[in-house]
């Protein structure tokens, strides 16, 4: 159970192990309807086990940071190196393009480590981190079916866990006090791994294949497509992590300067923050979208600047609000 405390805005005793339900769906439908994605990917599988012991323990017995970290870099590795899923290509991003191999697997699965936790920061209020996993899986989803049925694994893991997370949310967003439950930390780091993983795969199809039978893509823009559509978990880390060291205090200390929370202070409710929240950032999105063919680091940069705007927008809101008060 999640007890309330002084950060948290529920008042009772939630149970915070949703996320099992989450796993054993995505394990099941994957394997059914897409087995060939254990095939292609081999330690896809072992690294969704591994996260789910890791946190499941966490959300019984509260594990250190340090071990759960450990746990992090070992799914990271896995994924990275066994099966060789990394970001081996920048796009010109700083003028970067193609990158060493040992570069590219200590970056990707850097990536993966703030992906994972990004993921978890963002699971502050009822909805936000399924609803954001749905659409962030929805757009990977539909990216891949457009680009051949070479990527039907991976149109078919976006689906499943599209369902997987929709099933969840109703007893998450559920006001009944007997079936609310939450995805606790093993909700969020698995969720983080696979949109962390969905998203390297998206960038990596846009590099030209070897194989004769795969159609080849390029998008040049596509680390920018790819950070737009993660952008609300990515933009929330930076954000909190800034002003902690403004304020001269750790990076890794609990506050409330999370998007989310600022918009609890303008008196919204979850369901109404969580879809502004959502609003804002697929709009992102769109306008990435729209922009796709223009240079990659300024795409970037109007992706990153739109982002801490829909970050600090709030805060602004709420200090209007006080001044007409």
């Not at 796009?91 to 993966?112: A, C, D, P």
């Not at 998206?202 to 159609?215: A, E, Q």
């Amino acid at each position: 159970m999640d007890e309330p405390g002084i950060r948290s805005s529920h008042l009772r005793k939630i149970p915070n192990l949703g996320a099992i339900a989450i796993f054993y769906s995505i394990a099941i439908c994957a394997s059914v309807f897409a087995f060939e994605l254990f095939d292609l990917y081999k330690f896809l599988f072992a690294s969704l086990v591994i996260l789910l012991y890791i946190g499941v323990m966490d959300d019984i017995v509260v594990m250190r940071a340090y071990k759960k970290l450990i746990a992090q870099v070992i799914v990271s590795s896995l994924i990275v190196i066994g099966s060789d899923v990394r970001i081996r290509n920048f796009f010109g991003v700083m003028g970067i393009y193609e990158v060493n191999y040992y570069i590219s697997v200590l970056f990707s699965i850097i990536t993966f480590i703030i992906l994972i936790n990004a993921f978890n920061l963002i699971d502050g209020i009822d909805g936000l981190a399924g609803g954001y996993s749905v659409l962030c899986s929805a757009m990977f989803g539909i990216s891949y079916f457009r680009l051949g049925s070479y990527n039907y694994p991976l149109v078919v893991l976006s689906v499943v866990i599209i369902g997987s997370v929709l099933a969840f949310l109703y007893y998450n967003l559920s006001n009944y006090r007997t079936n609310k439950i939450f995805m606790g930390d093993t909700g969020s780091m698995l969720l983080g791994f696979l949109l962390a993983f969905t998203s390297i795969c998206f960038i990596d199809i846009f590099i030209d294949k070897d194989l004769p039978s795969v159609p080849r893509y390029h998008l040049q823009s596509a680390p920018a497509v790819a950070v737009a559509i993660l952008i609300l978990p990515i933009i929330d880390t930076l954000n909190v992590i800034l002003i902690r060291l403004l304020n001269k205090k750790s990076p890794f200390d609990a506050d409330k300067n999370h998007i989310h929370h600022k918009l609890l202070a303008l008196n919204l409710t979850h369901r109404r923050s969580t879809f502004y929240i959502l609003c804002y950032y697929l709009a992102i999105v769109g306008v990435t979208y729209y922009f796709r063919h223009m240079n990659v680091n300024l795409l970037l940069l109007m992706v990153l600047v739109m982002g801490f705007l829909g970050a600090y927008l709030p805060s602004l809101l709420l200090k209007f609000k006080q001044s007409q008060d």
